[in-house]
């Protein structure tokens, strides 16, 4: 059984940079691809990126390409996803999910919400 | 970029009724298809893969089906703790997209 347990919430400035951390247990990170998915308040879900196995490499979406960073310290067992130049509109609940397949999320961490604020 | 569309939007249903969502993409994506179910203030639960496989522990009044671009998810009979928002999200291909949701209401 997956566990991913997420760092706290976050309250930033525009342009500040956040990074979110999500922790693993029941599994190794390296058996697993990491992906984060986002929800703004009352809005729906939207994939930001993961990895990628056919490819051997994270993928992020066109709308985050340049701001967005996910990485993983296999010593921990920690996925990290760092977000930069933030605005108002990333105010949203960042999710990391994985799962026993790459073609879908069974496991899902709590969240952690950042707040984008001046 | 896949496009995920979902219909209804919000859906007003009754305990024991028989429910059904449709998704639909933009191109055709085999049966890369899953379906969640979200409550408020909670992350997403995975209840089907695939298109049509169920996820263990969820019940069976949970289906699925569909292929090519045309998908639907059945409630056989809705129970009180059925009453939520519900997404497809298709793994055909990157980015892999969400629908932008159904959410379900008690009428």
Redesign the interface.
């Known amino acids: 059984q997956v566990q991913l347990v997420q760092s706290g919430a976050e309250v930033k400035k525009p342009g500040a940079s956040v990074k979110v951390s999500c922790k693993v247990s029941g599994y190794t990170l390296t058996e697993l691809s990491m992906h984060w998915v986002r929800q703004a308040p009352g809005k729906g879900l939207e994939w930001m990126g993961g990895f990628d196995p056919e490819d051997g490499e994270t993928i992020y979406a066109q709308k985050f390409q340049g701001r967005v960073t996910m990485t993983e310290d296999t010593s921990t067992d920690t996925a990290y996803m760092e977000l930069s130049s933030l605005r108002s509109e990333d105010t949203a609940v960042y999710y990391c999910a994985t799962g026993q397949s790459p073609y879908y999320f069974d496991y899902w961490g709590q969240g952690t919400l950042v707040t984008v604020s001046s | 970029?896949i496009q995920m569309t979902q219909s209804p939007s919000s859906l007003s249903a009754s305990v024991g009724d028989r429910v059904t969502i449709t998704c639909r993409a933009s191109q055709s994506i085999s049966s890369?298809l899953?379906w969640?179910q979200?409550k408020p203030g909670k992350?997403?639960?995975?209840l089907i893969?695939?298109a049509s496989s169920l996820?263990s522990g969820v019940p069976s009044r949970f289906s699925g089906s569909g292929s090519g671009t045309d998908f639907t998810l059945t409630i056989s009979s809705l129970q009180p703790e059925d009453f939520a928002t519900y997404?497809c999200?298709q793994?055909y291909s990157?980015?892999?997209?969400?629908?932008?949701?159904t959410k379900l209401e008690i009428k």
């Open positions: 970029d890369y899953n969640y979200q992350a997403p639960k995975l893969y695939a996820q997404y999200q793994s990157t980015p892999h997209s969400f629908g932008q949701g």
